[in-house]
């Protein structure tokens, strides 16, 4: 039996932030919108989890899957003040002092305008603040 792709997808299209690999020696590409997809994934669990459980688990995956040292999510409210940050990576001495979440400033301040951030150095981002 093959797989049929889902409609709309472009078959062996790599996912246009990379290509993920398998626990073998196989590339898997993700194709079309694959991140749409992760998140649909995700969200469809979170109805039977905790939110603050299903965003720690995103984060460590979505680090683990883009290969990134660090992760984070930032979750605003509808003024854009942020209500829920969620790390992961990140040394015990700085994690203690984001104990509480982040003001909107610097380049968590771009969120908002730009939407997500994938950056690949922080401290080169032209809002960065220290």
Known sequence: MTAVPAPGRQVGAPFEHGVLTEAGTHPAALTGDGLTDLM??????????????????FVQVSAELTGARFGAINVLD???ASTTFVYTGVPTAIARMLARPPH??????QIPDEGALRLTDLTKHPAFRG
């Not at 649909?40 to 720690?56: F, M, P, R, T």
């Not at 909107?104 to 301040?109: E, F, I, N």
């Open 40 to 57: 649909q994934a995700i969200l469809s669990v979170a109805g039977e989890l905790e939110l603050s459980a299903v965003l720690e688990r």
């Open 78 to 80: 509808n003024r854009g």
């Open 104 to 109: 909107a400033q610097g380049v968590l301040g």
